[in-house]
């Protein structure tokens, strides 16, 4: 069986489990509602204060649906609890972040400054050279993150441009000269 799978994911005080009609699940939590159409063919039970998922047989795509069905649960379930958070960070001579209400601005090196808004129900932050994106939903955090690290990526000579905090880039010796 699935080791991932048949986990069964612990529901904590103040979030409730909903399941709709063809595995429409909705977690609600301290820090908001997240709402999804999960696999029909998994079964997904609420038993006193955990989500269990079953699959109905041993075949491959059932077997990867069954982990997938139950992250995504479990993911939700973190996100109205604690959320997540992607943090970046901007190297560069002359390469900042700022922010202005919604608007993030970036200056990379371009000739003109990068604005980007935030998405519904993301929030941005900039401390210094880092910027923070914040968000209950693991999806929607991680693709604006990524949407900003491809304003400029991290390039191998000196490790200029966006980077994740926790990224390390493989740095490229550059040329050298006659002899």
Known sequence: ???????????????????????????????????RVLPSEMEIKVEGSEVTVTRPNDLKKMKSLHGLTRTLINNMVVGVTDG???????????????????????NLGYSHPVEMEDPEGLESTVDGNKIFVKGIDKEKVGQYAAEIRD?????????????????????????????
């Open 1 to 35: 069986m699935s080791r991932i799978g048949r986990m069964p994911i612990a529901i904590p005080a103040g979030v409730t489990v909903e399941i709709a009609e063809n595995n429409q699940v909705t977690v609600k939590g301290p820090k908001g509602t997240l709402s």
């Open 84 to 106: 997540f958070t992607k943090e970046l960070e901007v190297n560069g001579v002359g390469y900042k972040a700022s922010k202005s209400g919604k608007k993030l601005t970036l």
């Open 151 to 179: 304003k400029r990526r991290p390039e191998p000579y000196k490790g200029k441009g966006i980077k994740y905090a926790d990224e390390v880039i493989r740095r490229k010796v550059g040329k050298t000269g006659k002899k």
